[in-house]
């Protein structure tokens, strides 16, 4: 899911995803082959993720590609809903541009990002629910907003899904990105998870239509 939740991989545990990622907008898809993150857990309520994709991007029937922006955050967890009826965590991450090749071909954006997010999660029975909101800033640009909800539960001990709708936005409608998922993960072994998501944009801006499809199919493996 886009949106996150207050876990953490516990101390001294690895989570490392390898996905693959596609966006698709008329006359626009964007592939990410693969996006590779890795989080690791320092004691039980901190987080230390690293994410970098490799970027292909067709426009207009030509094709091109270069590495993406690394994601690099800590989150942490200081409210746990055994104790406080609720989880929340502060999750700060900070986009960082790689190659100046991949400006560019329009791979990415210029300057350095920051998203400041706050993470919640209750749950309601064999359902959680999930709430993640915070500014999106970036180098010479106006600050924006992020925000999502998503509700899912376990049909089993190994199967787990899920459905979010999220949204970008300056607080004025028009200017606002916002999109639909569902998904779930897939417990294939001890150490091992399948995640998969699929969705649809549901409102987009006049420079940056709404998405077609979203689709994610990564695995993730636990050391």
């Not at 698709?24 to 993720?49: M, N, W």
């Not at 100046?100 to 359902?127: H, N, W, Y």
């Not at 028009?174 to 998969?196: I, M």
Request: charged residues 20%; glycine residues 14%.
């Amino acid at each position: 899911m886009v949106t996150d939740d207050p876990g953490t991989p516990g101390n001294r545990n690895w989570e490392i995803n390898v996905a693959l990622a596609l966006e698709s907008r008329t006359g626009e898809h964007l592939f990410e082959t693969p996006l590779v993150d890795a989080s690791y857990g320092l004691g039980d309520r901190i987080q230390l993720k690293v994410e970098i994709p490799w970027l292909a991007l067709n426009s207009g029937g030509a094709t091109v590609g270069g590495l993406g922006n690394a994601l690099m955050g800590v989150k942490y967890r200081f409210m746990d809903e055994s104790v406080s009826g609720v989880s929340v965590a502060v999750y700060p991450q900070v986009e960082v541009g790689l190659l100046d090749s991949s400006v560019q071909k329009g791979l990415v954006e210029t300057g350095t990002g920051a998203i400041l997010p706050v993470i919640a999660q209750r749950s309601f029975g064999r359902v959680s629910a999930d709430v993640e909101l915070g500014p999106l800033v970036r180098s010479g640009r106006k600050p924006r907003w992020f925000g999502g909800l998503a509700v899912g539960g376990d049909l089993s001990a190994r199967f787990n899904v899920a459905a979010e709708v999220f949204a970008e936005t300056s607080a004025r409608f028009s200017d606002t990105d916002a999109a639909f998922n569902a998904g779930g993960r897939w417990r294939v072994g001890t150490n091992s998870v399948l995640l998969f998501s699929a969705g649809t944009g549901v409102h987009g801006r006049d420079e940056h239509p709404a998405a077609k499809l979203l689709a994610y199919l990564g695995f993730q493996l636990l050391i």
